[in-house]
């Protein structure tokens, strides 16, 4: 009989989507697009747009520009 998995003996490196995943949570697209929209229309630097009103960073709004 074949064995199936890793063949290491554990099954717990089989089983894709288990475990913690790494970094921080993504910001929602809805938030990214108002940041997208504050900075194009005040005309700022995608560096200075303020974290404390959670639109993520000017990295991740430019990013997820750039994908879209």
Known sequence: MARTGCGSGSSRCCRPGR??????????????????LFVMHHGIAWQ????????????????????W
């Open 48 to 67: 200075q747009l303020p974290l404390v009103w959670g639109f993520g960073s000017g990295q991740t709004c430019w990013r997820r520009l750039d994908r």
């Open 19 to 36: 475990g913690r995943s790494r970094g921080s949570r993504p910001v929602p697209d809805r938030l990214c697009r108002q940041g997208i």
